[in-house]
């Protein structure tokens, strides 16, 4: 995906490249004129296209017209201008396709404007779903989200949201509305609390009710914020871009604290601090689950031949095979030299057997050349399902056990066991 921008100023061009770079890898085409935009668009095709910045006095449309003439193409489009009153404002912010009006006057406004393209691009990879039993609110905020490039899910009660959630593992935000029939926000917010932390997932809780209180009860009872409504557009776009950023800025001071350095999959200590509660979770849900454990076979041999940047390769190699092949649900980490354990969330023998099939298969059949001759890897893996009343220290050490059994019939296979 590409970034078009229209600026006629050589120095402005340059100053958000340089900006930009900082924050996102997206390849910037830069037209000067109405004439090279389009020229543009119609070489690189539209649909690589996923924003536009653009000024309002440029060669070829100095009136504006540039703004309509680009999101005729249904490419999002910033403006970025030096020109402002309310009504022009006004004017161009109403445009269809026309996501922010930005005033070029400071380095705090190019700052933001780099912010917002980062934002818009980020987003294009973020699920958000809109609760509402309202089919016309519903849909306003479902436009108002997809505008800022959001993959949107919507659900007409909470029953549906959590079928949808429990569908779409990956959804980083919830808009909700309070006053719904069956299951309210404030419900439907304790539901999710259940299952997401606030670190994980952002609830932003609507009501047009006038309740002093309302706002305090729902962030009480686990929304990150609130809004009234009717709310103007531009404040429920900060409120959405603070809690996401807030989101990511989180994780990274997580990731930092709980993943390994060479893989980046997460350390022991993370993997039973969180793995114990989805272990509780499980239980008392009475939902099926299984922790596995797997090692690489001979890896000494690998460091002792080959050194150990090439062991580091290997490790780095096999890491990202687990997190391809595990659903958004389970829950891999590196527990220590060549050892990896996962937990499989709501699978029985079937579900957890493909899976870690999938992934034995996947690591014997990767060729790594810094192996030359040798070429490749096999593991070896042990599984057992969670039990009533178990801790995820003792399953890990019975995984462990079915592990070494495989190590012991000929390594490169999968020990697995059933539910009594």
Known sequence: MRLLLIENSKTIVSLIQVQLAEMINVPVDWASTKEQAISLIETNGIENYCLAVSGLKIPGADDGSIVATITEYQIPTIIFSSNYSEELRNKFIQMPGV????????????????????????????????????????????????????????????????????????????????????????DLTKKIRETYDKDELAIIGLSGMNTAT?????????????????????????????????????????????????????????????????????????????????????????????????????LRKISSILLQKIRPCDLVARMGGEEFCIIFEEADK??????????????????????????????????????TGEKLDLAVKRADELLYRSKQTGRNRLTIEEFN
């Open 99 to 186: 996501v922010d009006y930005v005033l070029k006057e400071s380095q705090a406004s190019l700052h933001y404007l780099c912010n917002i393209i980062y934002r818009l691009i980020v987003n294009r990879g973020i699920k958000a779903l809109v609760v509402d039993d309202s089919r016309t609110m519903r849909m306003y905020v479902c436009e108002l989200l997809r505008q800022h490039q959001f993959k949107v899910l919507e659900a007409s009660s909470g029953e549906e949201a959590l079928n949808i959630l429990q569908e779409n593992r990956d959804i980083k935000l919830v808009v909700t509305d309070f006053n719904m029939e069956g299951m309210n926000g404030f």
């Open 214 to 314: 309302l706002s305090a009860r729902f962030i009480k009872t686990g929304a990150n914020d609130f809004l009234r409504k009717p709310f103007e557009p531009e404040e429920f776009f900060c409120r959405i871009t603070q809690n996401m950023e807030l989101i990511e800025k989180t994780k990274k001071l997580l990731d930092m604290a709980t993943k390994d350095f060479l893989t980046g999959l997460y350390n022991r200590r993370f993997f039973f601090e969180k793995g114990s509660k989805k272990v509780t979770r499980l239980l008392a849900q009475k939902k099926p689950g299984y922790v596995a454990m797997l090692d690489i076979d001979h890896f000494k041999s690998v460091n002792d031949t080959y050194g150990h940047d090439v062991g580091d390769e290997v």
């Open 350 to 387: 079937d579900t957890a057997q493909n899976l870690l099939e999938n992934m034995r298969r996947g690591i014997e059949e990767c060729i790594i050349p810094s192996l030359q001759d040798r070429r490749h890897v096999t593991s070896s893996f042990g599984a057992v399902p969670i039990q």
